[in-house]
Nanobody
Framework: QVQLVESGGGSVQAGGSLRLSCAAS????????MAWFRQAPGKEREFVAH????????FYADSAKGRFTITRDNAKNTGFLQMNSLKPEDTAVYLC????????????????WGQGTQVTVSS
């Protein structure tokens, strides 16, 4: 079992930046693909980005390309999501997820989830 805890959310103005962290415990995160999803009120959970076990391969949703960067530090058992040029439409609860398989962009494909951290972007 892997336990995930997100942090780093907050309220920023449009154009600002936030860095989210996802701290893992229970097992080494090096054996897991890590992903970020987000969910806005009244909307379905949406894939944001994922990163493979080594950190060498990443994939982003179109909404995140060029503005967000997903990274990981296996030695610290932590994943990160750097978010720049934030827009009001980025407002959501951001959730970290992990799974042993690469390629998943649906929430159903991930076995382990954090509780989420709120990101609010004002115009």
């Amino acid at each position: 079992q892997v336990q995930l805890v997100e942090s780093g959310g907050g309220s920023v103005q449009a154009g600002g930046s936030l860095r989210l962290s996802c701290a893992a415990s229970g097992r080494s995160i090096s054996g897991y693909v890590m992903a970020w999803f987000r969910q806005a009120p009244g909307k379905e959970r949406e894939f944001v980005a994922h990163i493979d076990w080594s950190g060498h391969n990443t994939f982003y949703a179109d909404s995140a390309k060029g503005r967000f960067t997903i990274t990981r530090d296996n030695a610290k058992n932590t994943g990160f999501l750097q978010m720049n040029s934030l827009k009001p439409e980025d407002t959501a609860v951001y959730l970290c997820a992990a799974d042993t398989y690469w390629g998943g962009r649906e929430s159903s494909e991930y076995d382990y989830w954090g509780q989420g951290t709120q990101v609010t972007v004002s115009s």
